[in-house]
Nanobody, 122 residues
Framework: QVQLVESGGGLVQPGGSLTLSCGASGSFFSLNAVGWYRQVPGKERELVAAITSGGTPDYSGSVKDRFIIFRDNAANTAYLQMNDLKSEDTADYYC????????????????WGKGLQVTVSA
């Protein structure tokens, strides 16, 4: 069983930055792709950033050039650095792991974290 634990959320002003962390238990973290999703009430959970096991990132258009996803396989941790935050980035953020980035896009996630809240407000 794999457990994913997110941290780093909170309240930030527009234009500010936050870095989310997703720590994983289990030895096969490095073999899997990791995705960061977000969800607002009444809407589907959407994938905003993904990274392959080898470290190749991919971003949704809404966060490209503002968010950076990276991972430290030795520490079993993935990160989402969020810059130039906007009010529309306010959401609950979740990390998930799957065998491939394609699986992440299809939400065929094998394990989810419990999520954390990010609020962008003045």
């Amino acid at each position: 069983q794999v457990q994913l634990v997110e941290s780093g959320g909170g309240l930030v002003q527009p234009g500010g930055s936050l870095t989310l962390s997703c720590g994983a238990s289990g030895s096969f973290f490095s073999l899997n792709a990791v995705g960061w999703y977000r969800q607002v009430p009444g809407k589907e959970r959407e994938l905003v950033a993904a990274i392959t096991s080898g470290g190749t990132p991919d971003y949704s258009g809404s966060v490209k050039d503002r968010f950076i996803i990276f991972r430290d396989n030795a520490a079993n941790t993935a990160y989402l650095q969020m810059n130039d935050l906007k009010s529309e980035d306010t959401a609950d953020y979740y990390c998930g792991i799957a065998r491939t980035v394609v699986a992440l896009y299809m939400k065929r996630v094998e394990y989810w974290g419990k999520g954390l809240q990010v609020t962008v407000s003045a």
